[in-house]
C-alpha cells in the first residue's frame, strides 16, 4: 500500500485530503509544516503532497528533506508562478486550489505510477518514461467504442512532438487528455504546464505566458519567467485556446514558427522546447472566419485534433461513470 504524507497548515483542507485519500486506499500520515513533518521521516513515504506556503520553511523545502520521494506542490491560483518555481526546484508537479477530488487523485495515481515503473526504465531504456509505458485507459474512462478510438490515437500521437487540438464541450475530459498526451510521450519526467487562458485576465495574459523584464509595466518590479519557458523542455497545456486575446496570439504564433520566446519589455528572444497541446470547447475554424481567431495560428495548432465525445455519446458508459462518481462522492 503507497504512503503519502500530507504537509498542510489549514485543518479543513489537511483533514479533507487525508480522508479522501485514505477511501482510495492509502496509507496516510500528515504533519502542519516541515518541521512537524520531520518526525515522520518524510524520505521514507512514496509521495510528499505539501502546501506550498506553510508556517517557517516553505513547502519548497520538502524537496531537500525528502530528495528520494517525488513532491507534489499545493498552491492558490494566484500563487501559480511560485509553483510554477518549484517545479523547476525538483516538484515532480503542482496542483491548484480549490481542486476537485478527481483532479487530486488523478495527479497522486500518475505520480505512483511513474515512481513504480522508473526502476525498470532506467535498466532497460533510460531515454523514455516511465509513463510512456502506461495506457490513457489509466488516466481516463471510457468502455464504448469513440471513447476507445481517442485511446488509439493519443497512443499513436503522444510519442511524437505532434501539435494538438483537443476539442470538446466542457467536461469532456480535455485536461485530463492533455495529460495523458504528456505521460506517454518522451517529455513525461519534465513539466506539464496548465494554463486556463479564459482564467487569465486580458491585461495579464501576455505576461503569465511569456514572462516580463523589470520595469516592462507598472507593478513589474521584478523580471518574472513566462509559464512557456517554464515547460521548457516538457509540455504546455493551453485550455480554452479560443480566449487567447489577439497580440497574445501572433506571440504565440511566433513560438510555434520559430521556437523563440520574447518576454514583454525586452529585446532578446531566446529559444525553448515546448510541446504544444491546445483545448477548446468553441470552433475555431468558424472563429477564423469571423477574425476571432488567426487562421495561421489555427492551423499551426490543429496538426493533430482529437475530438472529445459528449456524454450523450456515450451512454455505454453512463453506469461506469456513475460508479465512480459515487465511489468518489462516497470517500469525501
Do not use: W
Amino acid at each position: 500500500m503507497p504512503r503519502i504524507l500530507i504537509v498542510e497548515d489549514e485543518d479543513i483542507i489537511r483533514s479533507a485530503v487525508r480522508k479522501l485519500l485514505q477511501h482510495a486506499g492509502y496509507e496516510v500520515a500528515d504533519a502542519v509544516s516541515v518541521e512537524d513533518a520531520e518526525r515522520h521521516e518524510p524520505d521514507t513515504f512514496d509521495l510528499v503532497i505539501t502546501d506550498l506556503r506553510l508556517p517557517g520553511a516553505a513547502g519548497t523545502e520538502m524537496i531537500n528533506r525528502a530528495p528520494n520521494t517525488p513532491v507534489l506542490i499545493m498552491t492558490s491560483y494566484a500563487s501559480l508562478r511560485s509553483a510554477v518555481d518549484s517545479m523547476k526546484m525538483g516538484a515532480v508537479d503542482y496542483i491548484a486550489k480549490p481542486f476537485d477530488h478527481d483532479e487530486m487523485l488523478a495527479a497522486v495515481d500518475s505520480i505512483l505510477s511513474r515512481k513504480s515503473q522508473q526502476p525498470q526504465q532506467d535498466v532497460s531504456s533510460p531515454d523514455r518514461t516511465a509513463a510512456s509505458e502506461s495506457d490513457p485507459a489509466a488516466i481516463m474512462y471510457g468502455q464504448c467504442e469513440p471513447m476507445q478510438q481517442v485511446f488509439t490515437l493519443i497512443r499513436k500521437v503522444a510519442p511524437t512532438e505532434t501539435t494538438v487540438l483537443i476539442n470538446g464541450e466542457s467536461g469532456t475530459g480535455k485536461e485530463l487528455a492533455a495529460r495523458a498526451l504528456h505521460l506517454l510521450s518522451p517529455r513525461a519526467t519534465k513539466p506539464l504546464i496548465s494554463v486556463n487562458c479564459a482564467a487569465i485576465p486580458e491585461s495579464l495574459i501576455e505576461s503569465e505566458l511569456f514572462g516580463h523584464e523589470k520595469g516592462a509595466f507598472t507593478g513589474a518590479v521584478s523580471a518574472r519567467t513566462g509559464l512557456i519557458e517554464a515547460a521548457d523542455g516538457g509540455s504546455l497545456f493551453l485550455d480554452e485556446i479560443g480566449e487567447l486575446p489577439a497580440e497574445a496570439q501572433a506571440r504565440l504564433l511566433r513560438v510555434l514558427q520559430e521556437s523563440e520566446i520574447r518576454k514583454v519589455g525586452s529585446t532578446q528572444s531566446r529559444t525553448v522546447d515546448v510541446r504544444m497541446i491546445a483545448a477548446t470547447h468553441r470552433n475555431l475554424k468558424a472563429m477564423t472566419r469571423t477574425g476571432e481567431f488567426r487562421e495561421d495560428l489555427y492551423y499551426r495548432l490543429n496538426v493533430m485534433q482529437i475530438r472529445l465525445p459528449p456524454l450523450r455519446e456515450r451512454r455505454s458508459d453512463v453506469l461506469g461513470l456513475a460508479r465512480r462518481f459515487l465511489k468518489r462522492q462516497a470517500a469525501r
